[in-house]
């Protein structure tokens, strides 16, 4: 999938996903990009981690670039750290890699992935009454179950990435009562019973 205009991303390649495929790795960059530079011993308090593991994490994820110091931040010997970019891209071939390592690397971050989806939809479904109204009108949880070949489904997929790509910086996100909103897209072949 090409890397949308204006959202840096990263393309996952052997080396990088091997890199990042660690849960606390993963859990660190999440918290980088939702909540923005902080220090290694801020992500360990938020993460439920100690200071050393999340300081050892965050220098691996900066060797394979995935994190860089912020240096407009901090004073002294306190370093702040900040994602290098937005998000990731998972190159199909990786699937089809023939390191064995390579592919279980792969399937630790896409499971991982999944995890903190399934999470985040829970959070969300245990504090909806919290929102208004509004909100909880426009959530959805919707499934649909079509019959497609294999280049139907990746030409329905970059569709769905490109429509959502168009509500990126929109003038209406700095309304007062504009919100972060999670989009969670699962798409995936399923055998008939």
Do not use: C
């Not at 592919?103 to 999944?114: F, K, M, P, S, T």
């Amino acid at each position: 999938m090409p890397e949308p205009e204006g959202f840096p991303t990263r393309s996952l390649d052997p080396r990088t996903l091997r890199g990042l495929a660690h849960p606390l790795r993963i859990q660190l960059l999440r918290a980088l990009r939702a909540h923005g530079p902080a220090t290694a011993s801020q992500l360990a308090e938020r993460l439920g981690e100690s200071s050393g593991a999340t300081s050892y994490h965050l220098r691996q994820l900066a060797a394979h670039g995935f994190v860089e110091d912020d240096p407009t931040r901090g004073k002294g010997r306190e370093r702040w750290w900040k994602a290098g970019q937005e998000g990731v891209t998972v190159d199909e071939t990786l699937s089809r890699n023939p390191d064995p390592e390579v592919r279980g690397a792969l399937d630790l971050y896409v499971h991982e992935i999944a995890t903190i989806h399934t999470q985040e939809l829970s959070t969300y479904l245990g504090t909806r009454h919290d929102w208004g109204d509004a909100w909880i009108g426009v959530s959805d949880m919707s499934d649909f179950t079509l019959r497609l070949p294999p280049e139907k489904l990746r030409e329905l997929d970059q569709r769905m990435h490109a429509l959502i790509e168009s509500y990126r910086g929109v003038e209406e996100a700095d309304a007062p009562d504009a919100e972060r909103v999670r989009i969670h897209l699962h798409a995936f072949p399923q055998q008939e019973n």
